[in-house]
């Protein structure tokens, strides 16, 4: 079962930005009430796209370095990153569905 994996400041070119794969990263933090209602559902989603996209989870509290550098100012936002560009920015909880759908659209446009 893949999970979405921490990554860092110090971790996030190496793991987001030279990834091979597309890589959704999950931009949270303890205290967001709306970033726990979609963990669940970035949870199944890593399942369901494994080896086919990497799922990183970024949290602001203790990494505020990249966050601050891609203008991130509301969480939970996800980030969909193809050859180290960002190429989708969702902010804000949604349902599982519309999730799916907005990455799909992002990969498919990407490829």
Same mark, same amino acid.
Request: proline residues 7%; hydrophobic residues 45%.
């Given at each position: 079962m893949a999970k979405p994996e921490a990554v860092t400041? !110090?971790?996030? %070119? *190496? *793991?987001?930005?030279?990834? %091979? /794969?597309?890589? /959704?990263?999950?931009?949270w933090a303890d205290w967001c009430q709306p970033c726990k209602m979609i963990a669940p559902i970035v949870d199944e989603l890593s399942d369901e796209y494994d080896g086919r996209v990497k799922f990183m989870k970024v949290?602001?509290?203790a990494n505020s370095h990249v966050p601050t550098h891609l203008g991130i100012r509301s969480i939970p936002t996800l980030i969909v990153f193809k050859d180290g560009q960002?190429?989708?920015?969702?902010?804000? !909880?949604m349902p599982k569905a519309q999730l799916k759908r907005r990455l799909d659209s992002a990969l498919e446009a990407a490829s």
């Open positions: 400041d !110090a971790t996030f %070119e *190496e *793991e987001v930005l030279k990834s %091979e /794969l597309p890589v /959704l990263v999950d931009f949290d602001v509290d960002p190429i989708d920015q969702i902010v804000g !909880a």
